[in-house]
């Protein structure tokens, strides 16, 4: 099987480490866990900026949400719009 590797500050390997302890109950015991976890949302995240959807976090109760703003998600949905205007 092939490896990663990437190269992360000490504080980075902390924050890590932190997590993936943190979701032990949940079933995430390790940081291969946690990448492949982390991993299937962003595919999730990409895909549906691609159709021109929001990525936002919904505080159900007050009927509001919190939209996820990361620059590579802003630009892919831009590219999109553009496509679908060609």
Known sequence: MPRLQIDVTETQVQDLEQLVNELKEFGIGTKKDLFNN???LF????????????????????????????????????????????
């Not at 976090?57 to 205007?85: C, Q, S, Y």
């Open 38 to 40: 982390a991993l299937a």
């Open 43 to 86: 595919e999730w995240a990409i895909r549906e900026r691609k159709r021109g959807r929001i990525i936002a976090g919904i505080d159900e109760g007050a009927e509001k949400f919190h939209e996820v703003h990361m620059p590579v998600l802003d630009r892919i949905r831009a590219v999109a719009t553009k496509i679908a205007a060609a």
